[in-house]
């Protein structure tokens, strides 16, 4: 388990000022069929955030609806950058497949902090946020009928833990 910097809560902060990491609306999701979920398997963690956007799929369709894909890094694993490319084959493929068994077009992207799989890489959260920017392209390349989402989960110090949105062009416009 990783656990964040000083740098890297300050990063955090920033972007929560900067409104790049946005409080997630679940009103403005469009979870009609319920979600493809794209996540780290992080045990301290993954209750979190699959009780979250379980709570919101239930709330629109009046039952949870989540498929999840969830191995260590998570979303993170598309990355050109990640270091076994095959990772990110096997996701692209299952991700496919299970928007036509399931009839499911929303796809959601997990980042998380703090991450182990990204602390053994040496991976700062400006590069997994990057990291996770890409995998938005690459899912949204891979079929032209469904929408991504990209939210940020961070673990305060086992404090406080929150699921943000995070979206791609704010992202793009702070990174400049």
């Known amino acids: 388990m990783g656990h964040l910097t000083d740098e890297d809560k300050q990063f955090l902060h920033e972007l929560r000022e900067k409104n790049i990491l946005e409080e997630v609306e679940p009103n403005s999701l469009s979870l009609s069929h319920g979600a493809i979920v794209l996540t780290c398997a992080d045990g301290d963690q993954f209750y979190d955030y699959y009780s979250h956007i379980s709570s919101i799929t239930k709330g629109q369709i009046a039952k949870s609806r989540v498929h ?18 095959e990772e990110a084959v096997v996701l692209k493929r299952h991700i496919n497949v299970a928007v036509d068994l399931k009839d499911i077009h929303t796809v959601i992207l997990y980042a998380h902090a703090p991450c182990g799989a990204a602390a053994m890489c040496h991976l700062n959260i400006k ?3 990057d990291y996770l920017m890409e995998a938005k392209s690459i899912i949204k390349n891979l079929r032209t009928d469904i929408k991504v989402i990209c939210f940020m989960h961070v673990d305060w110090d086992g404090e406080k833990k929150r699921t ?6 704010k992202w793009e416009k702070f990174d400049k």
């Open 127 to 129: 590069t997994v946020i």
């Open 68 to 85: 999840t894909f969830a191995l260590n890094g998570g979303s993170i694993l598309l990355s050109s950058a990640w270091p076994d490319k």
């Open 164 to 169: 943000y949105f995070i979206s791609r062009d």
